[in-house]
């Protein structure tokens, strides 16, 4: 199927509004999920976005910026991981795969902004020195919206005004590397959550990650909402416990320091 003007202009829009909040990181719309939702929206398939979303979330869940280092772009892999199913009726898991150069292009794009942007550190540090907090705050905003219309161009640009080439491109492809690249797909998930366990795995952790693989394994379920919430129910319990072991804490530091019984 092919992108209309109009839909590839709605995409540039919600390139452009999660490219923003990529700059704040404020909302956290620039995930995989919420682009690829907003996409299959813009798209009239919602299913599509919501099916490409939960792939491209999984296999970029692992990618932080740790460093000078800079993950391959996760707002393009989730809009374009829809927009290649979209056009050329692959499924997520192939798509998610083509949609890897694009990931990549957006993040060569954030590193040459990242570079460049020093100097309006420097500049910034200066007028902040000099108190003038308008002009701090008029290169804060340019900066960010330079960088923000400058991926609303290239979402429009890979969206809509170089449909054609891509979708020909993807075309061209032999069977057994489209297949090849739905395999890679299937594995990126599973790759993208070893990732993160590496990260935020823990001993106290460990039991919580066991009960949901027993539950989504071996119970049988019609979807993986009991699952979400009885993790919710488990992370409000944890919170309460801790709250509970943070206020009793503070009690006896209180009591420790010295109270009324001595006439302090």
């Known amino acids: 199927m092919e992108i209309t003007l109009f839909q590839g202009l709605m995409l540039t829009v919600v390139g452009f509004i999660c490219g923003l909040d990529q700059c704040w990181e404020a909302f956290f719309w620039f995930r995989p999920m919420v682009v690829s939702f907003l996409a299959g929206i813009v798209l009239g398939d919602v299913q599509l976005g919501v099916a490409c979303g939960a792939v491209a979330e999984l296999s970029y869940l692992g990618?932080?910026?740790v460093g000078g280092t800079v993950p391959p772009d996760p707002l393009m892999a989730g809009m374009m991981t829809v927009v290649i199913a979209y056009t050329t009726g692959q499924s997520a898991e192939t798509a998610i795969g083509l949609s890897l150069p694009f990931a990549l292009l957006a993040q060569w794009m954030g590193i040459f902004f990242n570079t460049v942007y020093v100097g309006i550190a420097h500049r910034c540090d200066k007028l902040a020195a000099e108190g003038d907090a308008n002009g701090f705050k008029r290169i804060v905003y340019a900066g960010i919206?330079?960088?923000?219309?400058?991926?609303?161009?290239?979402?429009?640009?890979?969206?809509?005004?170089?449909?054609?080439p891509i979708q020909s491109f993807v075309n061209t492809f032999p069977?057994?590397?489209?297949?090849?690249?739905?395999?890679?797909?299937?594995?990126?998930?599973?790759?993208g959550l070893g990732l993160l366990l590496m990260v935020t795995l823990k001993k106290e952790?460990?039991?919580?990650?066991?009960?949901?693989?027993?539950?989504?394994?071996?119970?049988?379920?019609?979807?993986?909402?009991?699952?979400?919430?009885?993790?919710?129910?488990?992370?409000?319990?944890?919170?309460?416990?801790?709250?509970?072991?943070?206020?009793?804490?503070?009690t006896v530091t209180v009591n420790d320091i010295g109270g009324e019984e001595n006439g302090i």
């Open 63 to 65: 990618l932080l910026s």
């Open 145 to 164: 919206l330079i960088k923000t219309s400058a991926i609303a161009l290239l979402v429009f640009l890979c969206t809509y005004a170089l449909q054609a």
């Open 175 to 191: 069977e057994e590397l489209i297949h090849g690249f739905e395999i890679a797909g299937g594995l990126l998930p599973a790759i």
């Open 205 to 250: 952790n460990a039991p919580y990650l066991f009960l949901g693989f027993i539950m989504a394994t071996f119970l049988v379920m019609p979807n993986v909402m009991p699952i979400a919430i009885v993790g919710v129910c488990l992370a409000f319990i944890n919170y309460m416990y801790e709250k509970k072991i943070d206020n009793a804490s503070a």
